[in-house]
């Protein structure tokens, strides 16, 4: 059983940096694709960004040229940049152990509880 874990949410300013982290536990010899979704109050959610066991990014326009998304071996991270309120919300962290990712929640089986992101200004 894979059990997945976010970290390093918090308050940030506008136009500030924030990274969050993601474990990945429990034994696979190919690795894992991983994701990260978000989800404000009242709103769905939506996916962020993800990538897949070879590495090739995807992500949402919202926040394309802002957030990177990088992997080494069952950690996973997302580096915040340039900050906005919108961006305001719980993000959680997918996995799953399938070679291609997208950015829908069925593509990831294995999820984390989430971490809070608050942007203020």
């Known amino acids: 059983q894979v059990q997945v874990a976010e970290s390093g949410g918090g308050s940030v300013q506008v136009g500030g940096s924030l990274r969050l982290s993601c474990t990945a536990s429990?034994?696979?010899?190919?690795?894992?694709?991983m994701g990260w979704f978000r989800q404000a109050p009242g709103k769905e959610r939506e996916g962020v960004a993800c990538i897949d066991r070879i590495g090739n990014e995807h992500y949402a326009d919202s926040v394309k040229g802002r957030f990177t998304i990088s992997q080494d071996n069952a950690l996973g991270y997302l580096q915040m940049t340039s900050v906005k309120p919108e961006d305001t919300a719980t993000y959680y962290c997918?996995?799953?152990?399938?070679?291609?990712?997208?950015?829908?929640?069925?593509?990831?089986?294995?999820w984390g509880q989430g971490t809070q992101v608050t942007v203020s200004s």
């Open positions: 997918a996995a799953d152990q399938t070679m291609w990712c997208g950015l829908r929640e069925h593509n990831f089986g294995y």
């Open positions: 429990g034994y696979s010899y190919r690795g894992y694709s």
